[in-house]
């Protein structure tokens, strides 16, 4: 009898599917998690909510590009077979420093941005906002300190443990907001960010603490730093510029729409977010994997790779647009029922359009940050990033939210979608 042989799954698809059940269990959280907050906050103090979470994208970049930086040696190594643990023990101290310097400055300042920030609300909202943005501030900054311990975990191609330690901080936070919904109903904006964000902050830190216990003993010379510190410089001023890319809408938002229109486009960006989390996960996980492929120059398999994923994300895009179009009415109504949802399929189409230049330009930029080729990243980033904030400014004070995506879909078409995949075949090419 012939022996039946098992197909054997690659270990960036088990963590990529693992980050799909993680991605799904929180952006679900998220959405879940409006309908709670709706009702102890009100609309206006949700809207302000809504803005202060849309600084997590912005304090993400509290780990000053160590994250990176430290996962692309940890690759390295792993295929030169070497240690990395001076790697993650100067990392850690690089973060500590970090935090210690982003908190003390967001003490003096979060009074005058709170002031520019949120300037579209009534007086007893920004009286208090300086309190607001200080405390969403401080753990937003934890949680960018503590996300290198994922960066660890996926380069180590243990994404798995990653992905539980991120699902079960947003369920530990969730499961707080509905304790605080039932037995503080009428709690502020503060009780509302600590109750939702202080787990997503603590759990990466206890890991990362015990983690450096296990590297205690290990050496550690000056070298390495330099080594962390010139690499993640590239990193974070790509993750800078991709923000304000990315974030720019908030901005706008903050300035130019309605609480109402906030909440309507808040509220429709998380539930594409859910979708698009799904391929992100997968990028994630390709991330070491693509490394590992450039430094053993198997370049034909790491470009089949990348063309299937991409076209599977599209169509995946393409397709979850459909079911959420055709179930817009019933998705809404579960989320925040009694609020005016209406939505014209042309944002749907947008939305579409836009999430589906996000697969194609976010492979490139992923496959260029593996091989640390990031200066070409910076200049064509920052040109999009002027493009998209003049871009959505102007549009959303003549079309509101669709105006917004105008600008986000222009900013990239006319950047990114087509320098980065340039850029990155003539590299390869050099390369190989």
Not at 167 to 191: C, E, N, Q, W
Not at 214 to 225: A, P, S
Not at 297 to 310: D, P, V
């Amino acid at each position: 009898m012939r022996k039946l042989r098992l197909v054997r799954i690659p270990r960036y698809l088990i963590i990529a599917a693992s980050s799909w059940l993680s991605k799904i269990i929180i952006a679900g959280v998220q959405l879940v998690s409006v309908k709670f907050l709706l009702e102890i906050l009100g609309e206006e103090s949700y809207a302000v909510f809504t803005l202060l979470t849309g600084l997590l994208v912005w304090f993400s970049i509290a780990d000053i590009g160590i994250g990176s930086s430290l996962q692309n040696y940890i690759s390295e190594l792993k295929a030169d077979r070497k240690s990395y643990d001076a790697y993650i023990k100067a990392a850690i101290h690089i973060l500590f420093a970090s935090l210690i310097i982003l908190s003390s400055t967001l003490f003096f300042l979060s009074d005058k941005l709170s002031s520019l920030y949120l300037t579209s609300f009534s007086d007893e909202l920004k009286n208090n906002s300086g309190s607001y943005f200080f405390i969403a501030s401080i753990l937003f900054i934890f949680i960018g300190v503590g996300s290198v311990v994922y960066k660890i975990l996926f380069a180590e191609l243990l994404g798995w443990k990653a992905n539980i330690i991120n699902a079960l901080s947003y369920l530990l936070g969730f499961l707080d907001v509905v304790a605080i919904h039932y037995l503080m109903p009428d709690s502020s904006i503060t009780f509302a960010l600590v109750a939702l964000y202080a787990p997503v902050a603590i759990l990466p830190i206890i890991y990362i603490s015990f983690r450096y216990i296990y590297v205690l003993k290990t050496k550690v010379n000056f070298n390495t730093y330099k080594l962390l510190l010139s690499r993640s410089s590239g990193f974070l001023i790509f993750s800078s510029l991709s923000i304000i890319v990315l974030q720019t809408d908030y901005i706008v938002m903050s300035q130019k729409l309605s609480a109402a229109d906030i909440i309507k486009y808040t509220v429709t960006m998380k539930i594409f977010g859910l979708m698009f989390f799904i391929y992100t996960a997968v990028l994630q996980a390709l991330w070491p994997v693509c490394a590992e492929l450039r430094v053993k120059m198997q370049w034909r398999k790491l470009h089949r790779i990348i063309f299937l994923k991409i076209i599977g994300g599209v169509f995946f895009v393409g397709l979850g647009t459909l079911f959420i179009y055709v179930l817009k009415d019933y998705i809404y109504s579960i989320i925040a029922n009694g609020i005016d949802y209406n939505i014209s399929g042309a944002v749907f189409v947008l939305l579409a359009v836009y999430f589906s230049i996000r697969v194609w330009c976010d492979t490139f930029a992923m496959l260029l940050q593996s091989m640390n080729q990031l200066k070409i990243l910076w200049l064509i980033v920052l040109c999009q990033a002027l493009i998209g904030g003049v871009t959505q400014w102007y549009f959303a004070e003549h079309y509101g939210i669709v105006g917004i995506l105008y600008g986000l879909i222009l900013s990239f078409s006319l950047t990114v979608f087509w320098g980065l995949p340039v850029y990155y075949m003539y590299k390869s090419k050099r390369l190989a």
